[in-house]
């Protein structure tokens, strides 16, 4: 009894070590069976090999984690324009507090129709999903128990460009912080496109348009 289990495992273990050899040394000679009947093998293919060099980028291409971008996640992108200041540093806190380095800060981007493009795109985006396509708060997710939050009535009117910036920048609450995935000037082209579906309302938006344009 003894004798035959033991011939058994010896039996196995010579056919698993026999695989072990095959397997190892098998691939190259079947590559050159398959390649001469089809002319190529899977040995041959576009992929890098091991230590081979990168493509270099095409000639004329950006980087994409240069200028105006974030250099990681995380991290808040300020993206000044060489020879500007960059924006005072800006934290949550600041933000509950209204403090005036929030609430005080100017908006560097004249709301023309670019801008209102840029912002647009980004807005559908970033935020209806929560805010709603038209910023009214009724947003997709709010079906599944996100709270919905209007930015066209109630306290957001009242806020100004700075703090709608450093929302954006920071976060409050319930609204994240988009300071590391959305850049400086982006966040700024939100605050024009936030303001444009602000002044769309029937009422006191077109209002205070009206007043805001005889005062110019
Ligand atoms: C995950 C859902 C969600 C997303 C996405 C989101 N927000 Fe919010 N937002 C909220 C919530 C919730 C609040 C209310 C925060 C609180 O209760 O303090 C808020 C508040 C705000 C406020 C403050 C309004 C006020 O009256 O003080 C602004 C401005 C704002 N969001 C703009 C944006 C913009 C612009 C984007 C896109 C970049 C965006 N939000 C993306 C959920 C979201």
Request: charge should be negative; glycine fraction near 12%; include cysteine.
């Amino acid at each position: 009894m003894a004798d035959r289990r033991s011939r058994t495992v010896n039996v196995r273990m010579w056919l698993a070590g026999a695989m072990v050899v095959l397997m190892g040394a098998g691939c190259t000679p079947m590559d050159d069976v398959l390649v001469s009947i089809f002319g190529r093998s899977m040995r041959e293919q576009p992929s890098f090999n091991p230590y081979e060099n990168p493509q270099p980028s095409p000639e004329g291409s950006v980087p994409f984690a240069s200028g105006n971008f974030p250099s990681g996640p995380g991290v808040v992108n300020l993206g000044e324009a060489a020879g500007q200041a960059p924006p005072p540093p800006i934290t949550p806190l600041m933000v509950l507090q209204s403090a005036p380095e929030v609430t005080d800060l100017e908006n560097p981007i004249a709301s023309d129709a670019n801008s209102l493009d840029r912002g647009e795109e980004l807005f559908l985006r970033s935020c209806a999903p929560c805010h709603g396509e038209a910023g009214d708060g009724a947003g997709t997710v709010t079906e599944f128990g996100v709270p919905a939050f209007s930015l066209i009535e109630g306290e957001a009117l009242e806020r100004t460009d700075g703090y709608i910036y450093s929302i954006i920048r920071v976060g409050r609450g319930g609204m994240p912080a988009y300071g590391h995935q959305l850049t400086h000037y982006d966040r700024w082209h939100l605050v024009n496109y936030v303001r444009e579906l602000q002044g769309d309302l029937p009422g006191e938006g077109s209002a205070e348009a009206e007043s805001d344009s005889a005062e110019n």
